[in-house]
């Protein structure tokens, strides 16, 4: 079973920025970042495919940027003018990579998980 790791979380002020890191499998093509505040279901902040293609939630558009380096096989998502309702554990997502296909922000849509990165913004 592949657990993927990330990095980067912590605490900061209100309108300031974080870049979370992620290792992912060389062979996935769907990546993404969701995040799951306490009471509240895991939700889909952005996804990347094999050939850069990104999406983002409504909320975090402008504001978060997620890429990869392929170099790497690591996954980032740069959050700026970050707000306290973007504070939630932060995950990482990849598929195995067999099909290429759409890839969309479903939890079911990833085979492979981190365990979490905890953002905190304080106002």
């Known amino acids: 079973q592949v657990q993927l790791q990330e990095s980067g979380g912590g605490s900061v002020q209100s309108g300031g920025s974080l870049r979370l890191s992620c290792g992912v499998p060389?062979?996935?093509?769907?990546m993404a970042w969701f995040r799951q505040a306490p009471g509240k279901e895991r939700e889909g902040v952005a996804v990347?495919?094999?050939?850069?293609?990104?999406t983002y939630a409504e909320s975090v558009k402008g504001r978060f940027t997620i890429s990869q380096d392929n170099a790497k096989n690591t996954l980032y998502l740069q959050m700026n003018s970050l707000q306290p309702e973007d504070e939630a554990m932060y995950y990482c997502?990849?598929?195995?990579?067999?099909?290429?296909?759409?890839?969309?922000?479903?939890?079911?849509?990833?085979?492979?998980w981190g365990q979490g990165t905890q953002v905190t913004v304080s106002s």
């Open positions: 990347i495919d094999g050939t850069g293609a990104t």
């Open positions: 060389r062979s996935s093509y769907c």
């Open positions: 997502a990849a598929d195995k990579g067999a099909v290429r296909r759409r890839c969309v922000m479903g939890v079911k849509e990833f085979n492979y």
